[in-house]
């Protein structure tokens, strides 16, 4: 994630029931007060686009969590966390920032193909 409220990757592949293992990685210059970026995937069947009105905050909301397959703390410059979960079944999944007013454009897609 960068200070331009950008992911530097737009979309990334994994096979459904692969464990995953993600990191992001504050990449900007400016503290989190100021510009913190998460990562929060969104279940399928949640219409990211009012998940993303909702949960907008400084901190990703608890009463939100059952809506995702997994998110990321709020981070600062130079700040990561990684991430462990379970891909779900085949589909395309949004990811998202849920600091105020970033989702616009941050935002990409977690593409989940069929185990071979």
């Given amino acids: 994630a960068t ?3 950008k992911f530097t990757a737009k979309k990334f592949t994994v096979t459904a029931g692969q464990k995953v293992k993600l990191t992001l990685k504050n990449i900007g210059s400016l503290p989190k007060e100021a510009m913190g970026h998460n990562l929060v995937i969104v279940k399928s ?3 990211y686009n009012s998940f993303a009105m ?3 905050a400084n901190e990703f909301p608890e009463d939100k969590k059952d809506k995702t397959i997994a998110y990321t703390k709020m981070l600062g410059a130079g700040e990561s ?3 462990e979960f379970v891909a779900p079944a085949e589909g395309t999944y949004k990811y998202i920032c849920t600091w105020p007013a970033h989702y616009a454009s941050m935002q990409g897609d977690m ?4 185990k071979k």
């Fill in 3 to 5: 200070d331009a409220m």
């Fill in 45 to 47: 069947d949640v219409d």
């Fill in 54 to 56: 909702e949960a907008q």
């Fill in 81 to 83: 966390d990684t991430i």
């Fill in 111 to 114: 593409i989940v193909v069929a």
